[in-house]
């Protein structure tokens, strides 16, 4: 089997099902396992240059009439004929954070052979997990993406009941920081499961912008920042725009030091397996337990109030 992976969530699929070495092509983003896809070739490429754009500057780029969507990545059509994939996993979920179904759809037509292609929608952690199965019958795996849902469906039930019981703290989980914007789809699931009260967003939805009096208003207990696509680092590279608005620092999580960063490609921004472990870590942020291994600093760490 020959696998293409155009979509990071799909490539950590690929490893949760042991199938790694049959991944013969990835995008530039797909970074997890380290080891297992360091040496696969990478058939796509992005237009921006985020590493010296502001929050402000990326997201105007990719909303504004200067990109829409698949205008942000490029696919290098001819590195994909020559890898020749058996099949081709991609999305159709969000035109900003992979390589378009259209784009993909066009570039397979004009290969030679049967290569099929797979296209993963999820919005909720079920769904998540379903795909998982879904991508394991492609695969030919289905009895071990079975055993390994199952697996992972575990976990989630270990953190609710290692937090059941415990005070639900009203949690801010923010995707974006200029504009802000709430994280959704499973993000407020992954915070309801790890004993939070998640605000500003319902499971399931695709979020929009929300004003900065509509956070104030919310007064969240807990603030965790998990920009789209920026490490911890730059993310806290770029948490001064929410120290400058008007009556952060009377915010109670602001007050009580309840202010957290975390690996948000690694664990909510992907639909992928790993949100599970971003259940976990938000037990620990929420409740200092730890379901499963101990959460590391460069998972998540408290940032200090500004």
Same mark, same amino acid.
């Given at each position: &089997?020959?696998?293409?992976?155009?979509?990071?969530?799909?490539?950590?699929?690929? =490893?949760?099902?042991?199938?790694?070495?049959?991944?013969?092509?990835? %995008? *530039?983003?797909? $970074?997890?396992?380290? $080891?297992?896809?360091?040496?696969?070739?990478?058939?796509?490429?992005?237009?921006? =240059?985020?590493?010296? &754009?502001?929050?402000?500057?990326?997201?105007?780029?990719?909303?504004?009439? %200067?990109?829409?969507?698949?205008?942000?990545?490029?696919?290098?059509?001819?590195?994909?004929?020559?890898?020749?994939? !058996?099949?081709?996993? #991609?999305?159709?979920?969000?035109?900003?954070?992979?390589?378009?179904?259209?784009?993909?759809?066009?570039?397979?037509?004009?290969?030679?052979?049967? #290569?099929?292609?797979?296209?993963?929608?999820? *919005?909720?952690? $079920?769904?998540?997990?379903?795909?998982?199965?879904?991508?394991?019958?492609?695969?030919?795996?289905?009895?071990?993406?079975?055993?390994?849902?199952?697996?992972?469906?575990?976990?989630?039930?270990?953190?609710?009941?290692? #937090?059941?019981?415990?005070?639900?703290?009203?949690?801010?989980?923010?995707?974006?920081? $200029?504009? +802000?914007?709430? =994280?959704? *789809?499973?993000?407020?699931?992954?915070?309801?499961?790890?004993?939070?009260? /998640?605000?500003? =967003?319902?499971?399931? !939805?695709? %979020?929009? /912008?929300?004003?900065?009096?509509?956070? @104030?208003?919310?007064?969240?207990?807990?603030?965790?920042? &998990?920009?789209?696509?920026?490490?911890?680092? @730059? %993310?806290?590279?770029?948490?001064? +725009?929410? #120290?400058?608005?008007?009556?952060?620092?009377?915010?109670?999580?602001?007050?009580?030091?309840?202010?957290?960063?975390? !690996?948000?490609?690694?664990?909510?921004?992907? /639909?992928?397996?790993?949100?599970?472990?971003?259940?976990?870590?938000?037990?620990?942020?929420? *409740?200092?337990?730890?379901?499963?291994?101990?959460?590391?600093?460069?998972?998540?760490?408290?940032?200090?109030?500004?």
């Amino acid at each position: &089997m020959r696998i293409v992976s155009l979509l990071p969530a799909a490539t950590d699929i690929v =490893a949760e099902l042991g199938l790694i070495r049959d991944l013969v092509g990835r %995008t *530039h983003e797909c $970074d997890w396992p380290p $080891d297992g896809v360091a040496g696969v070739p990478v058939v796509t490429a992005s237009g921006l =240059a985020s590493d010296t &754009m502001s929050s402000r500057e990326i997201s105007e780029a990719v909303g504004g009439a %200067t990109h829409r969507g698949s205008s942000l990545y490029t696919l290098d059509t001819e590195a994909l004929a020559t890898l020749a994939p !058996d099949v081709v996993l #991609t999305q159709d979920l969000c035109d900003v954070c992979a390589v378009s179904y259209d784009a993909v759809s066009r570039a397979v037509r004009v290969l030679h052979g049967p #290569t099929r292609v797979l296209s993963l929608e999820p *919005h909720t952690l $079920d769904e998540v997990l379903d795909c998982l199965v879904r991508v394991g019958g492609e695969l030919g795996v289905a009895e071990r993406a079975e055993r390994r849902r199952a697996a992972l469906r575990e976990r989630l039930t270990a953190v609710e009941r290692a #937090t059941a019981g415990r005070p639900r703290p009203r949690v801010a989980a923010l995707e974006w920081l $200029d504009p +802000l914007w709430p =994280a959704g *789809h499973w993000v407020p699931e992954q915070v309801r499961c790890a004993g939070g009260e /998640p605000l500003l =967003a319902q499971a399931g !939805d695709h %979020t929009r /912008p929300v004003e900065w009096e509509a956070v @104030r208003a919310a007064r969240p207990e807990v603030v965790v920042l &998990m920009p789209c696509g920026f490490s911890p680092r @730059r %993310t806290e590279e770029e948490w001064e +725009l929410l #120290t400058r608005l008007p009556g952060w620092a009377e915010l109670p999580a602001v007050r009580a030091g309840e202010v957290w960063v975390v !690996d948000g490609p690694a664990y909510f921004n992907r /639909p992928g397996p790993r949100v599970v472990r971003g259940a976990e870590v938000l037990a620990h942020v929420l *409740h200092g337990v730890a379901p499963a291994e101990p959460v590391s600093p460069a998972e998540a760490r408290r940032l200090v109030a500004g």
